[in-house]
Every structure is written in structure tokens, then in C-alpha cells.
């Protein structure tokens, strides 16, 4: 298996402090926290960092992004042979800020079980969430938009959100792995995501702006790791 | 200078022949053309093989495409400064495979020079060309996309085109560098796309699909080498 | 209630031959249907014939497509406030031709119901048709797109992508109103998509290049009103 | 001559204060004030009641928008022959809540021009004004973004970018039209901006919202009739 659960994503999306270099800095941290903890932390580095990043650390390494194509004359586009050939093991779908069409979803994910390689798909509702188990992806996360990069978590502003969602999304696939994204930024955050059904989180800025990436990301493995 | 006239571009697209370790290889083999003959020749690699193989080459390395956001909260998306950040001097863009709008261009030439990045806009109609002249990108390239993948030159099949665009784009920017695509393959297209006024040509099936990059490369560069 | 089934539903898409008062004429042609069958018969007329035709008819009007922005500052798009002004009863969402993100889907199917419009969500596999039964709209249409426009009917071609469909799309939501859709063109056609477990159709070429559409109409709507 | 100059176009985008019958109203007002004072006052109404109000009013009416493609399966597009046979005379472009692919604004003005239909291209800077002067449309609407909708005339807040417009786009196309948008609603908006060298103004929440149409429209006008 190429993740374990619990499991913590790591989302550089485009930001500055965690961009080349500095990006494969994170991701070696990541990497030092996984190996003293033994808890599964993954990162997804900017796109353009992809295969830089992944050849050289262990951790499992997301894409952010790909799209519906396959390799060919497809010039500025991410295919998932590309990011199979860069080291990645999978690829996130449907962020917020990157939403993609059902029937691409559904492409995409189909896909990705034929390469081996993992998708992890964000909802912004339960109801999206429900659709989403409905393509049989690897891994749901749930994504309310409104608190994304706030630091006021989902599992205590708005429990009721990732309740609903694991309510819906077992009764379509009972064996869905949900994650809880947006807001989070501390163990304290994890355990309550974990403790509402929840198999993880996807956290970006909580982690990326930090100052001290270490203690970041320690402080989120803590409560996994008693 | 970052780079030198004339100028061949290979645009790698999304072909699995220069996906990953393999892209690498094809860049090292423009690099060993360039150090021969002292032609400059660019590549356009994978988006996410991008920082992997510009840290690994001495030849300029243009990104396939931007995205018209700042480092920040953007999932999926590849900014100028992620480019930048990866080695890379410029970027393509406005593909036929990848359309942008007006107003995107605009915005991302203005923000290219101030990073100090070089943009090379494709057009695919002389009207387009002279439209993007008025935008100053530092190149443009003229590629009718009936004729991209064919293996028929627009400097043989529409000489017309190439001579149209450059009339036209002298007239909104009489300084504007610009490049022959679609469809070059042969130190012959080259030939011919200089003499209709242009700078170079962008080429990308021609050299990636070929059983000996080596040779292919070469064979584009003879021309302007004599 | 505004419809009732089992239901045909009649694209005109951009056909020319629907366009204007032409497409006025095929909606008249439908009510004649309905009127003399009893048999619900329902349009969707290009998007700027919506209002001239739904205030001259009395069959169901349904816009093509909607986009998903509130009344405002939104040139040039379709508000669900602006298809109800018009005399819509409701629209089709997602055809393969517009498709949709699935949080936009989600977005404008709780909007719609907000505002007692309909929604007829199609999908291009089962899998997908599934992930929209999970946002509950109105009526879901399974279309495979490799049919659409053929003459080939789905429900002779390719049975088992409805059947499959059916078994889906119920346990998602047992209540779900299924259509079916691509190369349907005879009562045979409509016959056999009822069989399968559907309550309705929905057509396109098959009716709107008909020559004579009050005879291709009956077709359709014969088997139905035995 | 369908239209003639000095021009206030009224874009009604998807307000609910000129969506559907209030539309048709507003309509009117503009063919009032044009039959009164003989200054052309044209009109773009919501997609959905295009063809319901053109076929009723005298004045030019134009489409806010339409799609690069041709009549037959592109279900929820509008094309340029739908917006024709609907009674429409043209259409804007490239509005900025609907931006358009430079290659895409460049097929549109073409295939209008053989259809014998307007186009009236927006843009939000002076280069990309100048661009789109060089695709040759009928007429070029500055507008900055920043100042749609405040009520605040580009012609008195940014009066350079209305200038530097005119001077960049007469280079490429010495016989252009130009209008002035974003924030205009008084006849003294109007005067600025045909100083300014502009030929009429592209108008919508100054009008749309006002809660008389008529003085508002006649306000408009005044300096123009003088």
C-alpha cells in the first residue's frame, strides 16, 4: 500500500513559501516527520516542482492538478502518465480553486485505477461529497470553500457539515475514505476531524505559512501518533 | 541575452516520448546541438518535468503555459514565479492546444517583463498575430493548427500565412520577433520560414517523435549554421 | 403539476432548422401533439428564442442550459430568474454538449428548487448518472455521447447502459425520474427506453431534421398512448 | 446604416430591473427617446428575451454575447445565426463579466462580417484595445473593470486610459470606432467621453437601475442632441 490512514496531505498550492527549493525543503520535512512518527504524511507540490520533488523524498507525493488527456498533442496540459513518470503515486481533483466537470471527474478517476495511481477528490458539500462516492475515487475530501485558508477548521466551525458528509457518502459507498480539509492547523483539529468519521485532513496554508514547518507539522501528527 | 536569433523552440507537448527521465534526455541532446553548432535551441518540456530538467540543462527552457494568477491560494495552477523559480527564462503561450483569453495574455506579458521572463504568444491567423503584436510579447509565433502534427510545413503548404502575418505584425510593432510553426520538420522548413521573414520556427513532433533526436535536431539547425 | 410521463422532451439545440420562427412552429407542432394525445411533449428552444416561444405556447418550456449566477452584473449569461421570466418551467443541465462542474450542478439544482424550477440533468455514463442522482434534481437523462446524433438508439445499441443506469441512479436515490436519451428517433425507440425502466426521452435530430414533424413527433408519442 | 453615431448602448446583463416583460419596457423607453431626439439608442437585452423584445422594438438591438459556433448540436450556445433569425442587428464581445479566447473574438468578428451583423468588442486596457483593433471589428468598448458598476465615469476618473486608447488603437486602425464604458449615467459623462475622442458610450446599471428609464435616458442623450 502506498499511503496508511491515518493520513495527512499536505497542499503547497501555488504559494511562494513553498515554491521550488523551498518546496522540496517542506517536502523533506514531511518526510522526517513521517519516518520519527511512522504517521503517513503526503505532500502535493506546485505542479511545475513535480518531478523535482518526488525524486528525491520517500513521502508519497499528490499532483494537484490533471487533466482529461491522454499523452499526446496536448501542449500546457497534465496528463497522468506525466505525473506517474514524475514519482507521483496520485493526484488531488476538483480543489475548490480548480473544480472540474462531473463527467471529467469521472474520466479522470477511471483513469487513474488503470494506472495504479491514487485520486483524491474535494467536495464542497455533503451533497457534492455523495456525487463524488458515486465515481468510486480512492479518497473524499471535504472541503467547505468558505473557511479554506481562514485557520477556523471545519470540524469545529461546522461539524455538522463533515457529519452529513460521512452520513451521505456511506450510504452511496460504504467504504469511502473521507478526509477533512479547510481550516485546519492543529492536532487539536485532527482529532476532532478523526473523531467525526473522518480518516485524515488536507491542510495547506496551516502548514505552508508556518514559520517552523517541523513543529507544524508535528503539532497535526501528535493526537495520530499517542 | 538569455537567448539568440535565429531560434529553434521544441515544445515537448504531453508526448510520452519525452515524458519524465526521457524528456530530460531530449533537452540534454538540444543542449549537446547547441554547444556544436552554437544555434540556440530551446525546449518546451512537460509541465510537471519542468524544474526537474531545467536544473539539469544549460539551453533556455520556456514553460508550455501560465496561468493568470500570483503565488498564492491556487491549486492546479502554475504562476510565473513557480517558472521562474524552476529555472526557466519564459514561457509559451496562447497554444492552439491551449487557448488563452485576450485580456490573460495582456495581463501576463505585463507581469512576465516584470519579472524579467520572455514570452512567445502563438497565433494561429495573421489577424491574431498582429492582434498579439499589440500586446508586445517579446515572440510570436504564427502556427495555422490544421497544419500542427501534420509533417507539412507552413512555409511550403501556406507560405502566404507566414508572409501575411509578418506584413501585418510590422505594421503594429515593426521590432516584433517572430517564429514558423506547425508542421516544421526539415533544416528545409527552417530555411524557407527565415526567408519569409521570420526568426525561427517552433517545432514539436518533428524532433520529439523522431527515432533519432540527434540527427533531427541537427538536421533543423544546418541551415542557419552555415 | 407542469409535466407529467411518461415524457418526451424535444432539444432543439442550434439547429437551424428550430431557430426563430421556425423553432416557434416545432413547439406549436409538439402542443399539437400534446393536445391530441394527452401525452406530455415538452421544448427546449435555443436560448434567445426562450421567452418568444414559452409566451406562445402551452407545453412545457425547458431552458438548454443555465449558468450559475444570481440576477446582476453578468453579461451574457442565463440566470435561473431570467428562464422563469420567460416562461420556463425548468432546464436541461449538463447535456454533452454544455457540460458542467459538479458544484455548479449542485449549486443551481438547490437554486432551482428554491425558485420551483425543474431540473433535467444529463449524464454520459452510469456511474455519472449515479453522482447526479446524489444531488437530486428533477429528472436525470442518460446519454451516451457516442450516439447522440446517430440515429443509433441507446436503448437498442447499448441496453445494458441503461439498465446499468437504472440499477445506479435507484439505489442512490430510489425515487430518481430516468430518461433516455441518444438516437432516439422512433415510438419503437421510446417503447424500448420505457421497457428499460426509464419514464421518457430525450430527442433532438430525430425530430428536429425530421421533415415532418407532427408525423415524427406521433411516432414517438404512439407506443406511449396506446 | 443600422446604427448611427453618436451611440449609447444600453446593456441590460442579467438584471432583474430589465429581465423578461420589464425588459421589453425598457426597450420601449430607449425607441421613445430615440424617435424624440433622433439619437440612436441601442439595446442588449438578456440572452433569453432576445428575440421576444427585437421582434417588438424599432432600435437596434444587440445579442450581449455569443459562442463560436456554427447552427446544429451545440445545445445551450448561441450562435450568430440564432441572434439573426431573432431580429438582433449584432452583438458585443469580450464584455468583461464574459471574456472571450483572443482566437475565438477573432472567428466571431469574421463569420459576423459575412453574416452582416455588428460587433462591438470590449476591452479592459488600452493594449488590449489596440489588440482587438487589429481583429477589426465594427466598433471597440474601453472599459476598466475596476469601474463597471460604480457609478464613477472612466472619462473623469481615468480620462488617460480613455486617451491612450484612442491614440493606440487609430495606430492599428485609423478608422476605428471607439465607445467609452464603466461607470457612465450623465449626459456629462457622455460629453467627456466624445471629447475624448470616442464616438458614444456603452452604458447598463446607470440606466438599468435608475428608477425613471426615460430621464434617465433622455440625460444621457441631451448633449448630444444640442
Redesign the interface.
Known amino acids: 500500500m502506498k499511503i496508511s490512514f491515518p493520513l495527512i496531505v499536505i497542499?503547497f498550492?501555488?504559494?511562494?513559501q513553498a515554491?521550488?527549493?523551498k518546496g522540496l525543503e517542506l517536502a523533506k520535512t514531511a518526510e522526517k516527520v513521517w519516518k520519527e512518527t511512522g504517521i503517513c504524511v503526503a505532500v502535493?507540490p506546485?505542479?511545475?516542482?513535480?518531478?523535482?520533488i518526488a525524486?528525491q523524498v520517500e513521502v508519497p507525493v499528490f499532483?494537484?492538478?490533471v487533466d482529461d488527456?491522454s499523452?499526446?498533442?496536448?501542449?500546457?496540459?497534465?496528463?497522468l502518465?506525466?505525473?506517474k513518470?514524475?514519482g507521483a503515486i496520485g493526484t488531488?481533483l476538483?480543489?475548490?480553486?480548480?473544480?472540474?466537470?462531473?463527467?471529467?471527474?469521472?474520466s479522470i478517476v477511471?483513469r487513474a485505477k488503470e494506472l495504479n495511481l491514487l485520486t483524491l477528490v474535494c467536495?464542497?458539500?455533503a451533497?457534492?461529497s455523495?456525487?463524488?462516492?458515486?465515481?468510486?475515487p480512492d479518497m473524499i475530501a471535504i472541503e467547505p470553500p468558505e473557511l479554506?485558508?481562514t485557520g477556523i477548521p471545519v470540524s469545529r466551525a461546522k461539524p455538522e457539515i463533515v457529519t452529513k458528509t460521512v452520513d451521505?457518502v456511506k450510504?452511496?459507498n460504504p467504504e469511502a475514505k473521507i478526509l477533512t480539509g479547510a481550516g485546519i492547523s492543529s492536532g487539536e483539529d485532527v482529532e476532532a476531524a478523526i473523531k467525526l468519521g473522518t480518516v485524515g485532513v488536507l491542510v495547506?496554508?496551516g502548514v505552508v505559512k508556518a514559520r517552523d514547518w517541523y513543529s507544524a507539522i508535528m503539532d497535526l501528527v501528535r493526537p495520530l501518533s499517542k
Open positions: 497542499n498550492k501555488t504559494y511562494s515554491s521550488g527549493r502535493a506546485q505542479l511545475t516542482d513535480l518531478m523535482f525524486q499532483s494537484q492538478h488527456v499523452p499526446g498533442a496536448h501542449t500546457g496540459h497534465v496528463t502518465e506525466a505525473i513518470d514524475a488531488l476538483n480543489h475548490s480553486e480548480r473544480r472540474l466537470r462531473i463527467d471529467v471527474i469521472d477511471k467536495a464542497n458539500t451533497e457534492v455523495a456525487a463524488v462516492a458515486a465515481l468510486y479554506i485558508g451521505l450510504k452511496v495547506a496554508s
